[in-house]
Structures are given as C-alpha cells and as structure tokens.
C-alpha cells in the first residue's frame, strides 16, 4: 500500500539554527500539505501546495517558514532561525485531488 | 469555533466495554476520518467515511456520519487495554486542507 514518508523521525536542533524537514508524498498525488502539533495539543493546518505553488496557508505559516518541492518527489518544509515554541511534531500529508489525504508517521522537531 | 469538536474531551472505560466518541463540523464536507494517536506519536488512520455513507465498519469500529445534524460518531466495542490513546476526527471538503477536530483522549482500564 502506498505511503507518505517522513524523514527523519525526530530532530533536534538549537535555537536559531534552520531545518529542513523532509517528506516523500504518494507518487500520483497532485496536493500536499504540512501540519504541525504542537505537544498536548489539536493537529493544526500550516500550509497547502499545488501546481508548484503554495495554494492556502494559515496565519501560523510566517516567513520562518518556506515550502519547497525541488525535484518532482520530495516535498520539504525549512524552518528558519528556530525558535523553542517551534518545537512540535511535524506532519506532512498528500492528496490526489477529490480523494482524501494520506499522512505520513511525523517529524519530531525539538528545539534546544 | 472549530470545525472539529469531539466530545467528551476525555473518556476512562473499563477493559470490555465500548466507547463511544462523537464528532461534530460546521461546513459541508467530502470525507471524515478518524485518527488514533498514541502519546507522542504519529497518527493512525483508522476509517474514513464519505459524505454520501451513513455507516461503515472496520474490526471492532463502527462510524456513524450524519451531515443533516454535521455530526460522527466513533464506536469502539470491546475495548482493550491496547485502545488507551487519543482520536481525533477529521474532516475535508475534497482536495482542500484537513481539518483536525479536538480530539478524544481515552483511558481503557484493565
């Protein structure tokens, strides 16, 4: 069964550094999305990409943030100058139009 | 408000009996899913139900959608200890962004 993969599984990185958080969406999908969750917290929406552009992003998807899907497979989420309250597990997820959205196991971002 | 609100926010039950979670959105929808988490860690599909279902099955769930009250339910029988995590329901209106409701926490005691 096809799925999405995350990598890597957690991160740790110190305060002020970039990540790049990395996701390898179904092959055939067409629509791809990031979440984050923050601990104890709902799953929350950040960002919507289709045909090669950023479709729909939510307030908390600033600057620091920035989307990428640089070669036809992969679909990357960098964060720049991390911050402590950035630390959350991170989710990516894809769709193929009217099909519903496949998510991958998460990225778990901590910041020191 | 949310478009996603679960209740209760939190359930304890006994080993053996069922669980019974809710869903509740606001907008018209495509799809709802329902996810199981486990402390810390990623979610886990667990069934989605279309717009045009009343009703599905899965083993030991039963997902219920009603779209005139915009309403799910989420029916776990004869819980396990194994069950103990969060479930969130999860809606969307096709190719657009899922909406992730508050989620459920519940406790199955053994």
């Known amino acids: 069964e096809p799925e999405v993969t995350q990598t890597p599984s957690h991160q740790v990185t110190q305060m002020g550094q970039e990540v790049i958080l990395r996701c390898v969406p179904i092959?055939?999908?067409?629509?791809f999305y990031w979440y984050r969750q923050i601990l104890g917290q709902k799953v929350e929406f950040l960002v919507s990409?289709?045909?090669?552009?950023?479709?729909?992003k939510s307030e908390i998807f600033d600057d620091q943030f920035s989307v990428e899907r640089p070669d036809g497979s992969n679909f990357t989420l960098k964060i720049r100058s991390t911050k402590l309250e950035d630390s959350a597990m991170y989710f990516c997820?894809?769709?193929?139009?009217?099909?519903?959205?496949?998510f991958g196991q998460g990225t778990r971002l901590t910041v020191v | 408000s949310q478009q996603g609100e679960e209740d209760p926010q939190a359930l304890s039950i006994q080993e053996g009996e069922n669980a019974t979670m809710n869903c509740s959105y606001k907008?018209?929808?495509?799809?709802l899913q329902w996810y199981r988490q486990n402390s810390g860690r990623g979610l886990v599909h667990l069934i989605l139900?279309?717009?045009?279902?009343r009703e599905k099955h899965s083993g030991r769930l039963r997902v219920t959608l009603d779209t005139s009250k915009k309403s799910s339910s989420l029916l776990i029988t004869a819980s396990r200890a194994a069950d103990t995590a969060s479930y969130f329901c999860?809606?969307?209106?096709?190719?657009?962004?899922?909406?992730f409701g508050t989620g459920t926490k519940l406790q199955v005691i053994p």
């Open positions: 997820a894809s769709g193929g139009g009217n099909t519903e959205a496949f």
């Open positions: 092959s055939n999908h067409l629509y």
């Open positions: 990409f289709y045909n090669n552009e950023i479709s729909e």
């Open positions: 907008t018209s929808i495509n799809n």
């Open positions: 139900i279309r717009s045009n279902e």
């Open positions: 999860a809606t969307d209106a096709g190719y657009q962004k899922v909406t």
